[in-house]
């Protein structure tokens, strides 16, 4: 059964050729735009790597990268096919490389749509992954002077001052973990061994947060240590007060900007894939209404032309049944490869 059944004179033949034209050269642009758009995510997601634990997330921006410079292909080859698109006599050259290029074209097409979805859904596996890096930056806040870790403060410090926040969920995760490094701390002070001896890793723990936490807004000088003692400081209640220090977690505030980031790019990217995807089917119409053309004295002819030749099952079947074919045709000669040679006695 036909798909999409439609009447093509010349004229509107014509029309076709030239806005398909014009719709190609805009779908490159916008597959130049997709592969940008995909280096400025790889970037954004690769300055924060240390507080992320896996690298799962980077599969959105490489997909990205990958459809935008096979769009640059496809879209040219377009181009290209819509200028002999008009000449009965150059047309024909192109009618052995449309199958493959129409299924290629299709891949790289849903492809898009696959990444727009990605940028979604992907909320789950960036926030586990800020949860696991943020509590290991947290943790080896303290470690300056061990090789790969020297920098550790100075990017916590810097995040927590860019995003405004403090800590992994919030600024109490600081009281769980010794930040200060131990050539900073007085051992001979028995303030400093009680806190010590206070916990079983023998851990220096206080109740305060590093000076990035602080709020420059607020009113009061930062209170960022014995955060929790109301006595340790005048006219406190850290029950009731509006504390100086940041409030929101590092955690919520990085998948926040990430997530924003991420819809942006995958609103952009649909309006390329809805243009994409219209390039195949305008070029689909043009080369199903040119195919009577082709050989015919008479160019100006009146054709028709179709989306599809077949159902929709029929045509993904076709398409699908060589590559199933030469499958198991590989795994059988690899079976008979893989069998011991017979014994001559």
Known sequence: MVVMKMKFPFQKRVKLAQGLWLLSWGATVAGALTFSLGCILKTELRRRAEVMDNSDIHIVPNTLMIVGVASLGINYFASKICQDALDAGRFPRWKTFLKPYFAISSFFTVLMLLAVIMSYVMKGSLESSLKVG???????????????????????????????????????DWFEVQWISNRYLDFSSKEVKDRVKSNVDGRYLVDGVPFSCCNPSSPR?????????????????????????????????????????????????????????SVLVSLRFLQTSMEAVAGNENTEIETEGYLLEKGVKETIKEYTDPVLKFLLLKNQVEEDSSDPAPQIP
């Open 221 to 277: 000088p930062c209170i960022q240590y014995q955060i929790t003692n109301n006595s340790a400081h005048y006219n406190y209640e850290y029950q009731t007060e509006e504390l100086n220090i940041y409030l929101r977690g590092c955690r919520e505030a990085l998948l926040n900007y990430y997530m924003g980031l991420m819809n942006t790019i995958g609103g952009g990217v649909l309006s390329v894939f809805l243009l994409q995807g």
């Open 134 to 172: 943020l509590r290991n930056g947290l943790r080896f806040y303290k470690d300056t002077d061990t090789p790969g870790r020297c920098f550790q403060k100075q990017n916590i410090d810097r995040l927590q001052m860019e995003f405004q926040c403090c800590g992994n969920s919030d600024f109490k």
